[in-house]
């Protein structure tokens, strides 16, 4: 009993480590003069829902809580919305990719003496990733992409905030120098 409790302890513990190690990955065209481009829309067909399989994670609302986000980043970095004359479009993915894992309880049978296949549950995990990118608009290349583990499945008062959490630490890794706001 004591050595089963012992692995259940050290079990939890390293899943708890691993749940803890998220980070941003990132690229950018170190070619690319970040500075020049001014202005930029953000892509509308972003917005179209695209994993109809996975309701609570990927919907209308999440879309447009990260468009927002998005929105509010690159104006922060100085660029400006302009629909006419865009230098730059900005928009993201959300990737999920299912994880089935069983869990079993194999206890040895001392009538038989072998080990039983007792499955006692079946769990589907869904890992989400979101994924933002700016492209020149005009050559369509990718200048910058950056992307984080997320879980988008939270409630309404949390999801808010979440969102512009994950997409303020993308962002942290873009190359545009940060304006200086005057006091």
């Known amino acids: 009993m ?10 939890l513990a390293f899943f708890a480590s691993c749940a803890v190690t998220h980070s941003v990955m990132y690229d950018y065209d170190l070619n690319a003069d ?8 953000l892509c509308s ?3 179209m829902v695209t ?22 980043a690159m104006e922060d970095l100085g660029h400006t919305t302009n629909v006419f004359e865009p230098q730059l479009q900005a928009g993201f993915r959300i990737a999920i ?16 003496e072998y080990w039983q296949s007792c499955e006692i549950h079946e769990e589907t995990y869904d890992q989400e990733t979101l994924i933002v990118y700016v492209a020149d608009f005009e050559s369509n290349k990718v200048l910058w ?3 984080i583990p997320c879980n988008l499945n939270k ?14 630490q993308l962002f942290e890794t873009y190359p545009k120098k ?4 005057s006091s």
Do not use: W
């Open 2 to 11: 004591k050595s089963r409790l012992f692995l259940i302890v050290i079990s």
């Open 178 to 181: 940060v304006l200086e706001t």
């Open 34 to 41: 970040f500075d020049n481009y001014t202005t930029y829309v």
């Open 51 to 72: 994993n109809m399989e996975h309701p609570n994670i990927d919907n209308e609302e999440v879309r447009i809580l990260i468009g927002d986000a998005i929105a509010t």
């Open 45 to 47: 067909d972003d917005f």
């Open 97 to 112: 990719k299912e994880e089935t894992s069983r869990f079993n309880n194999c206890e040895h049978s001392d009538e038989l």
């Open 145 to 147: 992409q950056a992307s």
């Open 155 to 168: 409630s309404d008062k949390k999801l808010s905030v979440y969102v512009s959490e994950l997409v303020l």
